[in-house]
């Protein structure tokens, strides 16, 4: 018998409301949140035997969570039968690679120019394809010249004089692959009277926890858990991130999949956005200039999860001149590294398929979303370029 | 009226009854088989299925422990699929008196049950829900037993043996010449008599015994005895935890199948009530108190439903009572006892000792009968359990279909998973979610396996017994009946109401937390979006 972290599958009513929600049941021969959740975990307790290899199929996008009435955890149900139960056949270097967001971050930052003229090579794309299981139809992330920390460092040495600050736990891409981001993340904060802060982070264990390497995932956990509440006991300052998955995870996984106490930060992160909109509400408002574009907005799962998917839309909603179209609430496919498997590849387009045909029909100049990976599968599978709603915010920025 | 001759007619389809047949039908003797209900509808389906190593009895009552780790030894061999060797704890915590654990360990050697002292870390290690309280602990060898598989691996072997089974119909009269019985007299389903003659008759009707006795003319006194027990959603011990002090309420959690049960009560009842006993309110209080006190995780889990059984015990000194009376196996040749020839009583016992039962009354048939044939039930495994084959290697056999899936109706119905799973889709989709039905069992279980209604497919299969009790499975199960067996669709209709009914019966003891919304969910589908309150007859209606 296992001592069991989660018990919340015996809440379950079996009243299936999570099924209809699930993205990959819709389209595989995935049994549902339901069956592979609450429903098997009884027979996983009983005899680890009993473990269906079909869980791996889950993409953790927790759309079924939200359905959920009885609060059931379910996706981490599965994550942590995943990585208990199924036994990872061997050493696998993709995973591995793309588990180390940071590790990879690191190396290609420092040779980003030659890193991205191969990864935009056909052939190499083949050989990932071959050696590692890349799907070759994929466009990896680019590469940026340097970190965002280092960037910021030189560039942003001014930001004690305002009277209010955050820290901003940034997150691999923006350091490694979108300082536009953190840019224009300064840019709006700053013109809040926000002051901006960095400390010392690690991935916040995402990949990892979906690759099944947990300890490392805990190890990186921790690392954030103690840094970032180092900071706020000492300073008081909220924590803010641009991405909802690293939110998600530092407010919720930490302790439900992850079993640490994060209580002291838990309440202290915010998504940006909802952190902007309270800003806003207590009036504190920068100058805006139209930003005349037609947009399309598409809300992330985790995001959806988080429930901070309206404070996205109210900000837009706010900026004069945009043009915003949402589009139904679905899951893009790709799950942060779900998407970039082969054995996923094409469940990962199914699922998008509709999701991509609505940005199409919408007819949009631009897409917006609020997530690093939604971003990428969707400017792979339509023509339209994708911005954060930072990014936007920060073209309504009135100088 | 029909009429019928055999060598032998058994009275009691439990463990018991069961036993007996597939003994006789081994040893070639001609026999059939009498049951009122469904098999395993009485006793054998009320208890909490723990295959004694022995050592609940080793203090008060040697004999009984002996027989069991005999028993125990046997069963393990012969019912592999019905039985899970999940070993046993006795836990002494820090206000029981530890005197009873040194007793426990020196009684057990005298009995010759393996058991060992292990140190309060090890017995956490081996089961991590365990009381912190924990101050000394034995490990020993119980296991868990399913009494429905146990039943109707015996029946299916007896009946592929020749042997004859009607369920659903009751003895109501031993037919006598003189001061003999040669028959009985019995009434099915639909009212119509039947007449069966038989050189010897056996009463296995557990506590319902006395009543054969009587309509036999015969005084035999029973002692009911009832004992309630709570059934919890999921295991919270994989290892049966008893606790080490004299037999008291709520002193053993149970894992069975997926499930964790709390047993048990005892309370002595008049034997008029024994068709209608309920669980009480206070029962479920002690039940729930006490498993906390060897679990501390209970209360926080759903409890699923509760039921009682009453113990087949008969009054033989009549000075002990409850738990202290002697488990011990009575058989009575009415002819030596009341100079009645052809009819023999068999009771007391335990479900764990029916084959030991089954031996006893079989030898003394064979006595009467003059034949001299030898028990070999203790050697030959029931169908199922033919070979030691492990789960992994069947889960393996079946890859495509779901591993979970497979497992379970591998641990259902052992060897005989080959007569059932098939990797057609339609074959292995699930019927009943919560506990892994799929269509195929049900295909199986409703055509082999003497089958009448949805409750009858439970004790078969499980189908229903997980946390949604019904809710989903009820009707799937209602309309393949309507499939197979060729039940008209106002008949699939009543089938689906009373198992609902016998389902309700069993949760309204424990109304509460998570339970009370399920069944809320339940009612609304079966009574508002399927509207069956307005089908069928009115006088169900009240409950
Ligand atoms: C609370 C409780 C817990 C227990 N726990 C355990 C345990 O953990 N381990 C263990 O080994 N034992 C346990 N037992 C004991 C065990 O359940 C019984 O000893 C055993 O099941 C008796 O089986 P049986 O076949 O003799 O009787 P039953 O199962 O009662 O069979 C008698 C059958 O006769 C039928 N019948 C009655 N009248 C007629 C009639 N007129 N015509 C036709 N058929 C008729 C009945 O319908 C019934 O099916 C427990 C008992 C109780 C009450
Ligand atoms: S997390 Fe997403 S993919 Fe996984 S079961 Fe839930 S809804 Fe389905
Ligand atoms: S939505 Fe929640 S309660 Fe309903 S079936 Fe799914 S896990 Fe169970």
């Known amino acids: ?399 | 009226m029909q009429r019928y001759e055999t060598e032998v007619i058994v009275i009691g389809g439990g463990a018991t009854g069961t036993g007996i047949l597939r003994d006789l039908s081994i040893r070639g003797i001609d026999a059939t088989l009498i049951e009122k209900n469904d098999i395993a509808s009485g006793t054998t389906g009320r208890n909490h299925g723990l295959l004694h190593s022995g050592a609940r009895y080793a203090v008060y009552d040697l004999e009984s422990a002996q027989e069991c780790i005999k028993e125990n030894k046997i069963l393990k061999k012969i019912a592999r699929h019905c039985i899970e060797d999940t070993g046993g704890l006795f836990v002494t915590l820090y206000h029981d008196n530890p005197k009873y654990h040194d007793l426990l360990l020196e009684r057990c050697k005298l009995a010759g049950i393996k058991a060992s002292e292990i140190s309060p870390m090890q017995a956490m290690a081996i089961e991590p829900n365990l009381s912190s309280h924990t101050l000394k602990a034995v490990k020993v060898p119980d296991a868990v037993i399913d009494p429905f598989r146990l039943t109707s691996s015996n029946m299916i072997d007896a009946v592929e043996r020749g042997a004859k089974i009607f369920t659903y119909t009751a003895v109501n009269k031993i037919i006598t010449s003189g001061n003999d019985s040669v028959g009985i007299e019995c009434i099915n389903k639909k009212n119509e008599k039947i007449e069966i003659y038989a050189n010897i008759i056996i009463n296995a009707a557990g506590i319902w015994g006395q009543h054969i006795c009587e309509i036999a003319g015969i005084e035999l006194k029973m002692m009911p005895s009832k004992g309630s027990m709570l059934i919890i959603d999921y295991r919270t011990n994989n290892i049966v935890i008893n606790r080490c002090r004299p037999p008291a309420d709520g002193d053993i959690v149970v894992p069975g199948d997926t499930v964790s049960i709390i047993g048990t009560t005892s309370k002595e009842i008049d034997y008029d009530k024994i068709d209608n006993c309920n669980v009480d309110d206070d029962e479920i209080d002690t039940l729930l108190k006490n498993g906390e006190d060897l679990l501390p995780n209970i209360r926080r889990t759903r409890g699923l439903r509760a039921y009682c059984g009453i113990r087949p015990l008969m009054a033989v000194s009549g000075k002990v009572k409850g738990r202290k009376i002697s488990r011990g196996i009575v058989l009575i040749d009415h002819k030596e006892r009341d100079g009645m020839e052809g009819l023999i009583t068999i009771a007391g016992g335990k479900l764990m000792t029916y084959r030991l039962m089954a031996e006893k009354t079989c030898d003394l048939i064979c006595k009467k009968l003059n034949r001299k044939l030898k028990c070999t039930t203790h050697k030959l495994p029931l169908p199922g359990s033919e070979k030691k084959i492990p789960a992994k290697q069947t889960i393996k056999h079946f890859s495509g279909i779901p591993a979970s899936t497979v497992g379970s109706t591998f641990y259902r119905h052992g060897q005989r998973v080959h007569n059932i799973l098939t990797k057609d889709k339609k074959n292995y989709r699930l019927i009943c979610e919560c506990e892994l039905v799929t269509e195929g069992e049900i295909e199986y279980a409703i055509k082999n396996l003497n089958v009448k209604n949805i409750t009858d497919l439970r004790r078969r299969t499980r189908i229903g017994m997980g946390p949604c009790q019904g809710e989903l499975c009820a009707y799937r199960a209602a309309g393949l009946f309507n499939e197979y067996n060729s039940t008209s669709p106002e008949e699939s209709l009543k089938l689906l109401k009373d198992f609902l009914e016998e389902r309700w019966n069993g949760i309204k003891p424990v109304f509460w937390g998570d339970g009370l919304r399920e069944i809320e969910l339940s009612y609304w589908i079966y009574q508002g979006l399927f509207g069956l309150g307005d089908f069928g007859d009115s006088d169900t209606e009240e409950n």
């Open chain 1, 1 to 399: 018998m296992i001592k069991l972290q989660n018990i919340s599958f015996d809440h379950c009513i079996k009243c299936t409301i999570c099924n209809v929600y699930c993205p990959v049941a819709r389209v595989s021969l995935f049994p549902g949140p339901k069956q592979s959740g609450p429903d098997t975990e009884r027979f996983r307790i009983k005899s680890p035997e009993l473990v269906d290899s079909t869980l791996k199929l889950c993409s953790n996008c927790k759309r079924c969570e939200i359905a959920c009435p009885s609060n059931v955890k379910i996706a981490d149900i599965i994550q942590e039968a995943k990585w208990k139960y199924l036994k990872r056949r061997w050493f696998r270097p993709r995973d591995l690679i793309l588990s180390r967001t940071d590790l990879m971050g690191k190396f290609a930052t420092l040779f980003n120019s030659i890193v991205n003229f191969f990864t935009r090579r056909s052939i190499v794309k083949f050989f990932l394809y071959l050696f590692i299981g890349i799907p070759y139809q994929k466009t990896l992330p680019e590469y940026e010249n340097g970190t965002f920390e280092k960037h910021f460092y030189k560039n942003y040495p001014d930001q004690n004089k305002f009277p209010d600050h955050v820290v901003f736990f940034h997150g691999c891409f923006v350091n490694y692959n979108n300082h536009k981001l953190g840019r224009d993340l300064v840019k709006v904060l700053n013109s809040l009277n926000v002051g901006v802060n960095l400390v010392k982070e690690k991935c916040c264990g995402v990949p990892l926890i979906a690759n099944g390497y947990i300890n490392k995932a805990k190890k990186n956990a921790q690392y954030n858990i103690n840094s970032l509440s180092e900071i706020h006991e000492k300073s008081n300052f909220k924590i803010v991130s641009t991405s909802s998955s690293c939110t998600y995870a530092l407010k919720n996984e930490y302790s439900n999949l992850l079993n640490l106490d994060n209580s002291a930060i838990s309440n202290e992160i915010e998504y940006i956005t909802k952190f902007i909109y309270d800003r806003f509400e207590s009036g504190n408002i920068f100058k805006m200039k139209p930003v005349p574009l037609r947009a399309a907005y598409h809300s992330p799962c985790h995001l959806e999860r988080l429930g901070g998917v309206i404070y996205t839309i109210d900000l837009l909603k706010r900026i004069p001149g945009l043009d915003l179209v949402i589009l139904h609430s679905e899951c893009c496919g790709i799950a942060g590294t779900y998407g970039f498997k082969k054995e996923y590849y094409k469940l990962s387009q199914d699922i998008g398929k509709d999701l991509f045909r609505s940005i199409e029909t919408a007819n949009p100049e631009i897409v917006i979303t609020d997530c690093e990976t939604c971003a990428l599968q969707i400017e792979m599978n339509t023509q339209f370029k994708v911005l954060h709603p930072v990014n936007i915010l920060a073209m309504a920025v009135k100088e």
